[in-house]
């Protein structure tokens, strides 16, 4: 269904109901004809804008991640592997246009973020050996003083001075000038080319290290790149988003993957089958929390694992755990990759749940703790051979390895999936809901006014007496449903009241276990090297160590402290009390008008003078009116789902921001230390201090910050329950106007709605 089709549509329909269909109306009518205008106007909505979904793709570098990207898009659009550089750690976003040609947009960090690194860039140069190095505070100096080098000769093509002093001063930090406009302008660098190869490798001139190339090159400089071209498997709205390795400290880039983190509404750990899942597990989603936070974060069901080069295998080593002699193998891969890949799914899937026995520990029933770890089994896992399905399909002619058709590398499944899980959000969804919406308003406005030349036909005294008879019926029971409907609205406000105040008073009981949980947070940075600390605090808080593969947050680390007292507290209130309350509401308001249609329904079988048709007609409005509300009932559902979600995810975000500028001052003092013998001791023992003389307020200060949170969306909550009351009573009161207002028109009005019915606009599209 072509969107456009369904647009001028709307418009002809709006056209004859304002220039024929209004005119015929009285002033009774007046709110059905408003009711249809705002139909129409919802229908339009759904097509003005196509909804964004942005997948993230997540993992260290050397993962297969743009490989990936690549087999999905059906183009070789990304630069990948060696062609970049393990340097390169720009955020790339890829975006569906109808255009033939392909366009990027290259975004650059500004001009004061820049110099920022330049300073950064000669501290780490400047630094020296300390008599405190361990061997990994060592190799941290070492890969500090290289990744500053390597970044300033990929931007400047010379060797650093001693004194950077000059290029701080320049008044374009001595970059091209081209470059430099775009970091003072913030307006990105713009390439389009009619293929994907010539623009993957203008792109790619902005990237690689200079090793590829003799040319600068601005890889540093760049905070994301966004691709646009006509991609099919993104015409939904999907946006596929190539995120950093997880080894740049610029800390311009650092808040853009953050962001994307937050804002992705899916998230794909990407992993190396052969080397890469314990790795990518322990990193990630254990020692930077990832599993916890998606959990709090109520999208544990937006994320999926996929394990890459599945067809890079030992075949002997996997015949020999199978039982079978490599002598009687007959060439078949196709059971020795699926035997791969169940091993693979079981080892993903222990290690989840090892993580997840993590998080639980602290649960207090066990139905709840199941119930998460059945969750967490549930996280799809999809073993998948890149670089075969690429050979398969022609755009990696010099792949050597294990030859698969493009159902065997498994890459068709994941397409298949990526298309599942964001289908409930996608713009094809949009499409069908205004299709639908457009379709139900096309018959009962159509039965309306078929109604009102039929009622022409009462012209006895015993019809117009039954028909009189029904007309109370149907008031009555519309009254009563009104009056139900009202009810309900009492008694869903007063449970929102209820779950929230009930919500504030388990998080309160948590406060004095969140302080105790301190002590292990503190025994956990005894561990952590001296300049990773120093690095850490003089960042305010945050360092990834790329000679350790250590991330570093301590803020995260405090309010961990309090956040894993209360995930299932959390998700009992987010994921449980509130969708059920929507869910409530909305089968209530529907019980209702189930209810009323039927007393209905049951005074008119009692009615022996029917005009023909005239039953069918009031059963299809009924009916369809019904249906209608069903559909805006799960827009508004979704909807408040969708608001319940964000608040969810900001309230879990905040309460770690929270904590960060809590921390301000201690990881000040702490990187105000002058060095020397025991300069670990003296940053651990400030950290250790404020966190431990101020942690009660701040938990306190946390709780508070989540109440005033609950108590927005608490607030905002209630008008959008009420709109689904609301919606219920329209539907009531279209009941009246079905089973009311009996007196026939005369018959000039009754020739006008012929006449107006003659130029009725027909529905004639089909999805």
């Known amino acids: 269904m072509n969107p456009g089709e369904l647009q001028n549509f709307i418009a002809d329909f709006r056209h004859w109901l304002d220039h024929a269909g209004a005119p015929c109306l009285t002033d009774d009518h007046k709110l059905l004809l408003e009711s249809w205008h705002q139909e129409l106007a919802a229908a ?5 804008k196509k909804p964004e979904l942005p997948i993230a793709f997540l993992g260290p570098s050397q993962q297969g991640k743009s490989s990936l990207i690549n087999a999905l898009l059906g183009e070789n659009i990304l630069a990948v592997g060696g062609a970049v550089g393990a340097c390169t750690c720009v955020i790339t976003s890829i975006h569906h246009h109808l255009l033939p040609e392909f366009r990027a947009e290259i975004d650059f960090i500004s001009l004061k973020d820049w110099k920022s690194e330049l300073r950064a860039m000669q501290a780490a140069m400047n630094a020296k050996p300390s008599e405190d190095d361990t061997e990994d505070d060592r190799k941290e100096w070492e890969s500090e003083q290289k990744a500053a080098h390597e970044k300033f000769i990929s931007v400047y093509r010379q060797e650093p001075p001693e004194d950077l002093t000059p290029f701080l001063e320049h008044a374009t930090l001595s970059l091209p000038v081209k470059i430099a406009s775009a970091m003072s302008s913030e307006k990105p660098i713009i390439i389009v080319e009619e293929n994907a190869r010539t623009l993957r490798n203008n792109v790619r001139h902005y990237l690689v290290g200079r090793e590829q190339h003799d040319d600068a090159h601005f890889w540093p400089l760049i905070s994301r790149v966004r691709i646009y071209g006509n991609f099919p498997v993104l015409a939904n709205g999907i946006v596929l988003v ?29 992993c190396n089958s052969q080397t890469g899942i314990d790795r990518v597990f322990t ?23 996929v394990t890459t080069r599945i067809d890079d295998i030992n075949l002997g080593a996997i015949l020999e755990q199978m039982g079978i002699d490599p002598d009687d193998f007959d060439g078949d891969h196709t059971k020795p990759l699926n035997f791969r890949r169940k091993e693979i799914t079981s080892h993903v899937q222990k290690n989840l749940l090892e993580i997840a026995h993590d998080i639980a520990s602290r649960a207090e029933h066990a139905s709840v703790r199941e119930d998460f770890f059945r969750r967490v089994q549930a996280v799809p896992v999809f073993p998948v051979s890149t670089n075969a399905y690429l050979h398969a399909t022609d755009r990696m002619p010099l792949y050597r390895g294990m030859q698969l058709t493009p159902e065997e590398s498994h890459i068709p499944q994941l397409i298949s999936h990526l298309n599942t899980i964001t289908q409930e959000q996608s713009f094809r969804t949009q499409i069908d809901a205004s299709y639908r919406r457009l379709k139900l308003l096309h018959e009962q406005v159509h039965s309306f006014f078929l109604n009102q030349i039929r009622s022409v036909e ?14 109370k019926v149907g008031a009555q029971a519309v009254a009563d449903g009104q009056d139900e409907l009202h009810d309900l609205q009492i008694r869903s406000e007063a449970a929102l009241t209820e779950r929230c105040s009930s919500f504030d008073q388990k998080l309160t009981e948590l406060e004095s276990r ?43 680390d405090v309010a961990r402290a309090y956040l894993d007292q209360i995930p299932f507290v959390w998700e009992e209130f987010f994921g449980v009390h509130l969708s059920a309350l929507i869910n409530d509401v909305s089968k209530g308001t529907q019980a209702e008008l189930h209810k009323t249609a039927e007393r209905i329904k049951g005074a008119m079988d009692m009615i022996q003078h029917q005009p023909p048709g005239i039953r069918e007609s009031l059963e299809a409005s009924l009916r369809t009116a019904a249906e209608s509300f069903a559909i805006q009932a799960a827009q508004v559902a979704a909807d408040l789902t969708a608001q319940i979600q964000r608040t969810r ?21 702490a990187a105000a230390d002058p060095g020397g013998t025991g300069i670990k001791g003296r940053m651990l023992a400030a950290l250790e201090r404020y966190a431990r003389e101020r942690a009660p307020s701040l938990f306190i200060n946390m709780r508070q910050e989540l109440a005033e949170g609950v108590s927005v969306l608490q607030g905002s909550m ?50």
């Open 44 to 48: 339009e909505r759904l097509l003005e």
């Open 649 to 669: 995810q900001a309230l879990s975000n905040g309460m770690v921001e929270t904590a960060a500028s809590f921390m301000q001052p201690a990881y000040a003092e």
């Open 718 to 767: 209630k008008p959008q329950l009420a709109k689904l009351i609301a919606y219920g009573e329209g539907m009531l009161e279209r009941f009246g106007q079905n089973t009311g207002h009996i007196e026939p028109p005369t018959a000039e009005v009754k020739s006008r709605i012929e006449a107006a019915l003659e130029h009725f606009p027909a529905f004639t599209l089909a999805l």
């Open 514 to 556: 969140a302080g105790t949980a301190l002590n292990s947070v503190f025994r956990s940075w005894e561990g952590i090297h001296w300049r990773s600390l120093q690095a850490a605090v003089r960042r305010g808080g945050e360092w990834y160590s790329s000679s350790t593969g250590r991330e570093f947050n301590f803020s995260r």
């Open 458 to 471: 009462l012209d006895s005294a015993a019809a117009r007496q039954e028909w009189e008879l029904l007309s």
């Open 242 to 270: 190539d995120l950093p390795g997880l080894n740049d400290p610029n800390p311009a880039r650092e808040q853009v993957t953050k962001r994307y983190l937050n804002d992705a509404r899916y998230l794909w750990l990407i």
């Open 283 to 305: 990193q990630l989603l254990r020692d930077n929390s990832l599993l916890h936070t998606l959990y709090m974060d109520g999208r544990l069901d937006a994320f999926s694992v």
